[in-house]
């Protein structure tokens, strides 16, 4: 999930109350915002081709244990959307803070902000409701997975005890 770049500062409109300028912005530290760094991947295809598209080799892009074929397949997707519901409720929640406390900050079309703050939590309370959606998920991927066990328990238990009982090979010399 990728969402727009923050703005480094807040929106100006020409109000400035009591003639300060807030439009610095504030993290609480000592940011210092001409440092950069950049980062670098390098990926190295062995098998060009390979894996990729329908009915290659590998998982391709797809989603980890689609295919639903075990146990350990759903297990693995279930965990997959959870930690993606996880990141995504997250990264909403924190944008729905950092939009309200722009918000604050632009008074309305008389110069007061008075009602500034009213106004931010009504507009960012539908990113909040999106986060807690968000949350939600998480709990119904893990729940998915829980259930699955619970029905599917006896049908697992046959499979698991065939693979699990592999004789070792006895070596008689008599």
Known sequence: MTTPPR???????????????????????????????????????????????????????????SDFMSNEDIRAFCEHHRKKSRDGATELAMDADHLQTVLRAIPDATGSLGGSRMRARRVSRWLKKAAAAEKAKQKYFAAVYATFEREFESDLRKVGKGRTQQQPSKFGWR
């Open 7 to 65: 703005p480094r500062t807040a929106p100006a409109n020409g109000h400035h109350p009591g003639g300060v300028n807030n439009s610095k912005n504030r993290t609480s530290g000592g940011f210092n915002p001409s440092l950069g760094f950049s980062v670098n991947k390098t990926v190295v295809n062995g098998n060009a081709g390979a894996g990729t598209g329908p009915g290659g080799g590998g998982t391709g892009g797809k989603v980890p244990g």
